[in-house]
């Protein structure tokens, strides 16, 4: 569509997000670190907590990844994986073939070792940065980006994406300035429209449900359509292999 517009090159604005604390994982994730102080340590008792949780949340066909907290909110990396999952690993085990659950169950074990036992970072916003910027802009935004930049024939910049805006910025990162998104664009109050100020953030979202209910046929069964079309595709791989 840009390109048709005479556009030969975009701007895009990811990176921001994750240099700046614009995602709701930076302010949801403490939030869940205080709520775990408050939840039993004892496993089986967080099993028992979970599964209660999670039948009435299901019944009345809440989000299920509520009740993940009581499981999932005492270190960071988990309760990041919890924010960025579409289903709980318990709700995986009942979903996929068990085979291909484990194995990668396994690796998610690995990497979590590996990242809790990783102490490198002077602050928990700098530990959440970190997994933003591996475990989603890395391995899904930038692809995303790429793919539906050249499907379109056009070229798009990522001026945040860059390791020497990085290297001067940490500096400041690692201080005690707070810096965000919000501060950055009061800096320029004034100078932009109040459209543009006050507007609300906003995602890139897609219409899973609509496109669910057009390839399907089938009512949705969960709260978040995304589940809804995971299993579609998941289903759909299956009947390839």
């Known amino acids: 569509m840009q390109k048709k517009n005479g556009s030969k090159v975009l701007i895009s604005g990811i990176g921001g997000d994750e240099l700046f604390s614009g995602y709701p994982s930076f302010q949801r994730i403490p939030i869940m670190k205080r709520m775990s102080k ?15 949780t999670y039948n009435i949340l299901s019944k009345f ?15 960071t990396f988990n309760s990041f994986m919890l924010q960025r999952c579409v289903f709980t690993p318990e709700e995986l085990n009942d979903l996929i073939n068990k085979k291909i659950i484990n194995e990668k169950v396994n690796d998610l074990e690995f990497q979590k070792y590996n990242e809790m036992n990783d102490n490198d970072f002077e602050n928990q916003q700098l530990k959440i940065m970190y997994y933003e910027i591996k475990y989603y802009l890395c391995s899904k935004l930038l692809r995303d980006s790429d793919w539906t930049s050249m499907a379109n024939s056009i070229e798009l910049r990522t001026p945040f994406v860059d390791w020497f805006f990085f290297k001067e910025l940490l500096p400041i990162l690692k201080s005690n300035i707070k810096i965000s998104k919000k501060n950055m664009l009061d800096g320029f109050k004034g100078k932009v429209p109040n459209e543009l100020y006050d507007r609300k953030k906003t995602g890139f979202n897609i219409p899973y449900k609509q496109y669910y209910k057009k390839i399907s046929g089938i009512k949705h069964r969960y709260s978040d359509p995304i589940k809804d079309w995971s299993i579609l595709s998941y289903e759909k791989y299956l009947n390839k292999i």
């Open 61 to 75: 066909n809440k989000n299920t990844k509520y009740a993940g907290i009581i499981k999932y909110s005492h270190n």
């Open 38 to 52: 408050v939840i039993p340590s004892n496993k089986k008792l967080q099993n028992f907590l979970y599964n209660i």
